[in-house]
Antibody, heavy 119, light 110 residues
Framework: EVQLVESGGGLVQPGGSLKVSCAAS????????IHWVRQTSGKGLEWVGR??????????ANAASVNGRFTISRDDSKNTAYLQMNSLKTEDTAVYYC??????????WGQGTTVTVSS | QTVVTQEPSFSVSPGGTVTLTCGLS?????????PSWYQQTPGQAPRTLIY???TRSSGVPDRFSGSILGNKAALTITGAQADDESDYYC??????????FGGGTKLTVL
C-alpha cells in the first residue's frame, strides 16, 4: 500500500524556521517526484512546490509565494522528502500535505502536518 | 498572475448530474494544462479523482468524469450521492514544474 506520513509540524515564531518531513512507503520512492501542498484554516489548497527524482537531477519548482524562503529536498536512502521553511510569516500557518506525483497531478496524499506561526 | 477559476458553490439533487468547471482568468484551458481534480471533505486529506483531463484515479467510481468543455476543464458527477457533498478542487499545470490550484467549489447535495 502506498503511504505518505508527514511529521515535524508545530508552533514557531514569525521569522523562525521549521523543517517538516514526508516519509514514504509502498512504492519506489527514489523514482518518484513529490509535491508539497498547504491549506490554511477554512481556506483552499495551495501548491507549494515539488522535487523530482535523481534521474531528473532532483529538480525543484516552487510557488512564487514561497520562493526564496522554502526549500524542498529529499533523502532517497531514507525514503523521505523534506520541506525546509525559513523566514516564516503568520500567513504560512497551514496544514502541510505531501503527495506523490502522477501524470502531472498529485496522486496519493499524506494526512498532513500542522504548522502554526505565531508569537 | 494567472488565476485558476472555479465556481465557489454549487448544489445538486440526489441522483442528479452536475458539472463543475475550471477556467483561467486569461486564456483557455486545454489538455496541455493536464487538468486534475480532487475531492476533499472537512478534516480529511484531499483525494485524487481525475488526472490528465479525463483519467479516473484508481478506485474512483465511473460516475465521476473529466473533460474539456469549451474553454474550461470540467468535472461531471452523474447520479450524485449524498457522500459526494464535498469541496472539489482543480489543478492546472502551468509549465516549468508549476501547478496552480483553483479556489475550490463547495458542492451541496440536497
Amino acid at each position: 500500500e502506498v503511504q505518505l506520513v508527514e511529521s515535524g509540524g508545530g508552533l514557531v515564531q514569525p521569522g523562525g524556521s521549521l523543517k517538516v518531513s514526508c516519509a514514504a512507503s509502498g512504492f519506489t520512492f527514489s523514482g518518484s517526484a513529490i509535491h508539497w501542498v498547504r491549506q490554511t484554516s477554512g481556506k483552499g489548497l495551495e501548491w507549494v512546490g515539488r522535487i523530482r527524482s535523481k534521474a531528473n537531477n532532483y529538480a525543484t519548482a516552487n510557488a512564487a509565494s514561497v520562493n526564496g524562503r522554502f526549500t524542498i529536498s529529499r533523502d532517497d536512502s531514507k525514503n523521505t522528502a523534506y520541506l525546509q521553511m525559513n523566514s516564516l510569516k503568520t500567513e504560512d500557518t497551514a496544514v502541510y500535505y505531501c503527495a506523490t506525483d502522477y501524470y502531472y497531478a498529485m496522486g496519493v496524499w499524506g494526512q498532513g502536518t500542522t504548522v502554526t506561526v505565531s508569537s | 498572475q494567472t488565476v485558476v477559476t472555479q465556481e465557489p458553490s454549487f448544489s445538486v439533487s440526489p441522483g442528479g448530474t452536475v458539472t463543475l468547471t475550471c477556467g483561467l482568468s486569461s486564456g483557455s484551458v486545454s489538455t496541455s494544462y493536464y487538468p486534475s481534480w480532487y475531492q476533499q471533505t472537512p478534516g480529511q486529506a484531499p483525494r485524487t479523482l481525475i488526472y490528465s483531463t479525463n483519467t479516473r484515479s484508481s478506485g474512483v467510481p465511473d460516475r465521476f468524469s473529466g473533460s474539456i468543455l469549451g474553454n474550461k476543464a470540467a468535472l461531471t458527477i452523474t447520479g450524485a450521492q449524498a457522500d459526494d457533498e464535498s469541496d472539489y478542487y482543480c489543478v492546472l499545470y502551468m509549465g516549468s514544474g508549476i501547478r496552480v490550484f483553483g479556489g475550490g467549489t463547495k458542492l451541496t447535495v440536497l
